[in-house]
T-cell receptor
């Protein structure tokens, strides 16, 4: 069964900490995405990557960075965590922008910044 | 802004068909209609997609009107496990057109 795996299900961090959220997919997908989900705001795209070492800003990139050193792994980095970054973070992957297939999502990481 | 309009909530009796509508009146010729669902505390799950023909898979059927301005997702025999938020998304291809833009979806409650 194909999978997108997020390293942590729940995470609690302190304000100002540097936080790494890891995502690994085993489907040899080209594209990977990071979303955050908040009540009343739905899913919002933070960053995406369509190839190793390539990245593009989504709708809300401020306060975040990403890293994609290997095809299967896409990391989201909170440079200095703040309480307004408390959220559910979802990673997804897809075969390519040219394909018609759907996205596969991970189970999410619920991050609380205190 | 989201390109789709869905009712915020719907109820369905267990064992009956659930018909979830979606309006996408500004859809362009190269955009597909996708449906995802999200069960509480899980990541979204892909259900089905289509361009202009009706589609069916093991999970659901997708009916797209001839003018492509609206569609309906059909769960033929809803179960309690189908209780979830259902998202209808239109998506183009190439560059950022390929990004999924989620609206607020329809919260489907399947009742015994």
């Amino acid at each position: 069964d194909v999978k997108v795996t997020q390293s942590s299900r729940y995470l609690v961090k302190r304000t100002g900490e540097k936080v790494f959220l890891e995502c690994v997919q085993d489907m040899d997908h080209e594209n990977m995405f990071w979303y955050r989900q908040d009540p009343g705001l739905g899913l919002r795209l933070i960053y995406f990557s369509y190839d190793v070492k390539m990245k593009e800003k989504g709708d809300i990139p401020e306060g975040y960075s990403v890293s994609r050193e290997k095809k299967e792994r896409f990391s989201l980095i909170l440079e200095s965590a703040s309480t307004n970054q408390t959220s559910m973070y979802l990673c997804a992957s897809s075969l390519s922008f040219g394909s018609r297939g759907g996205y596969t999502f991970g189970s999410g990481t619920r991050l609380t910044v205190v | 802004d989201a390109k789709t309009t869905q009712p915020p909530s719907m109820d369905c009796a267990e064992g009956r068909a659930a018909n979830l509508p979606c309006n996408h009146s500004t859809i362009s010729g190269n955009e597909y209609v996708y449906w995802y669902r999200q069960i509480h505390s899980q990541g979204p799950q892909y259900i089905i997609h289509g361009l202009k023909n009706n589609e069916t898979n093991e999970m659901a059927s997708l009916i797209i009107t001839e003018d492509r301005k609206s569609s309906t997702l059909i769960l033929p025999h809803a179960t309690l496990r189908d209780t979830a938020v259902y998202y209808c998304i239109v998506r183009g291809y190439g560059g950022s057109q390929g990004n999924l833009i989620f609206g607020k979806g329809t919260k489907l409650s399947v009742k015994p």
